[in-house]
């Protein structure tokens, strides 16, 4: 354990979160998702978990990682397929967690399926998490912190 730091945040996934630099992709998928095959495509190479619901872990992974706030889809969350514009509970809950974090709102945005299979192929790392409901799967695209002024 580590003050200031949430505990569900295990050593590889803080060495991961660290060693990502602006522009680089995090996923955050469901137990669905072929999380495993994707991972291994991606640039840390192997397949990162935290068991837990995925608003959980959001709320984990942004209490220490910057959204880019130079482009428009630094958030970014798998459409149910047949019905794109319906975000399903699992995806609002994680909306909060970004709105939340942000301090203001910040909408995801749908990413078709297979695009998002493609996006999540290039990413730097995916963590499963222990969500079971469909359509938990988003993409977090890392941003900068700013110098002390």
Request: charged fraction near 25%.
């Amino acid at each position: 354990m580590l003050k200031g730091i949430d505990p569900l945040l295990n050593a590889d996934v803080l060495q991961a979160l660290r060693a990502m630099g602006h522009g680089d992709d995090l996923i955050l998928c469901d137990t669905n998702f072929p999380a495993d095959s994707v991972a291994r495509q991606t640039a840390l190479g192997f397949l990162l978990r935290i068991d837990a619901p995925l608003a959980r872990v959001a709320r984990a992974v942004l209490s220490l990682y910057p959204l880019d706030g130079f482009v428009d889809d630094a958030a970014a969350r798998m459409e149910i397929v047949g019905n794109p514009d319906t975000v399903p509970e699992v995806q609002q809950e994680v909306q909060a967690e970004i709105d939340a974090a942000e301090g203001k709102p910040w909408p995801m945005i749908g990413i078709e399926r297979y695009a998002f299979y493609e996006r999540a192929k290039q990413a730097y790392a995916v963590i499963q998490t222990g969500e079971r409901r469909f359509y938990g799967c988003i993409a977090l695209r890392k941003g900068v912190i700013p110098p002390d002024a």
